[in-house]
């Protein structure tokens, strides 16, 4: 088996300049599959609460239900680190429920570090992580469990607040950050004012690794694709014509054929 990705690694690609890749997956299927991929880390995303869940936003997701989802994926993963993501109001009420919740990620769900979402705001909630031996990955731009506040789905165009915002979660201890909807110029001088690596999306190609939507890139989500998602694949039009195929052959009685029965 190729030697599993720890944090330390991606520190080791950010020097060698090894693109990181990383992806979401919610289950112990996909985990395996993107596993074999090659891919290096594989994200449970409270974007659950909208690809699996069919939820307008993330912000309904509960620590549950993480636990649970990343518990599946952690089963699937032989070589990449497995991340999973605090859901909304499971790090913003107190530092020590942040803590203890983040915690929950490892010791109950076998994931090896958690992501929260923000900024200089949340510094104190990834120092605490960090010094109670809790690898944090930081999430700064567009933070969907801030929806509301930023007013939708918008690019994050302030160059002065991400840059600081990035470097005040490197200070804190966060091994990486991800950089979501932002201009490619502004993360490509984070990326290089940075020693931790950025993750993009929708960030440009200058991170130092780039992370997508498992659903998304696949072709499984059904509407809307934000402009940043390339699709790899076309899975929901491959299972609506394999399962419209199944129900005509029922109905036909084509099957089961002798060869499926006993
Ligand atoms: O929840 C998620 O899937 C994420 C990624 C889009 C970075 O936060």
């Known amino acids: 088996m190729p030697q599993a990705v720890t944090v330390k690694t991606l520190m080791e690609m950010k020097r060698k300049?090894?693109?990181?890749?990383?992806?979401?997956?919610?289950?112990?299927?996909?985990?395996?599959?993107?596993?074999?991929?090659?891919?290096?880390?594989?994200?449970?995303?409270?974007?659950?609460?909208?690809?699996?869940?069919?939820?307008?936003?993330?912000?309904?997701?509960?620590?549950?239900?993480?636990?649970?989802?990343?518990?599946?994926?952690?089963?699937?993963?032989?070589?990449?680190?497995?991340?999973?993501?605090?859901?909304?109001?499971?790090?913003?009420?107190?530092?020590?429920?942040?803590?203890?919740?983040?915690?929950?990620?490892?010791?109950?769900?076998?994931?090896?570090?958690?992501?929260?979402?923000?900024?200089?705001?949340?510094?104190?909630?990834?120092?605490?992580?960090?010094?109670?031996?809790?690898?944090?990955?930081?999430?700064?731009?567009l933070t969907p469990q801030s929806v509301h506040q930023l007013g939708g789905f918008r690019v994050q165009r302030d160059a002065e607040r991400l840059l600081l915002d990035a470097e005040a979660v490197e200070s804190a201890g966060a091994f990486s950050v991800v950089l979501e909807g932002i201009p490619k110029d502004i993360a490509k001088e984070i990326t290089a004012a940075l020693t931790i690596p950025t993750i993009g999306i929708g960030a440009g190609r200058e991170c130092d690794g780039q992370v997508l939507v498992l659903h998304d890139m696949l072709g499984l989500t059904d509407g809307h694709l934000p402009k940043f998602v390339k699709q790899y694949g076309a899975l929901r039009k491959n299972a609506v014509e394999g399962i419209a195929t199944y129900v005509k052959e029922v109905r036909e009685k084509i099957f089961p054929g002798d060869e499926h029965a006993y």
């Open 17 to 141: 300049k090894t693109p990181i890749v990383s992806l979401t997956a919610y289950d112990f299927p996909f985990a395996r599959i993107a596993d074999e991929a090659g891919v290096d880390v594989l994200l449970v995303g409270d974007s659950l609460g909208m690809v699996v869940q069919g939820g307008a936003s993330t912000l309904g997701v509960t620590m549950e239900e993480m636990i649970y989802h990343t518990r599946t994926v952690a089963k699937g993963a032989q070589r990449a680190l497995v991340v999973g993501d605090m859901p909304f109001l499971s790090y913003q009420v107190s530092v020590s429920e942040a803590v203890y919740n983040a915690g929950r990620f490892l010791k109950e769900a076998g994931a090896a570090a958690v992501k929260l979402e923000g900024g200089a705001a949340v510094v104190d909630r990834i120092r605490a992580m960090t010094d109670a031996g809790i690898p944090v990955q930081a999430h700064i731009g």
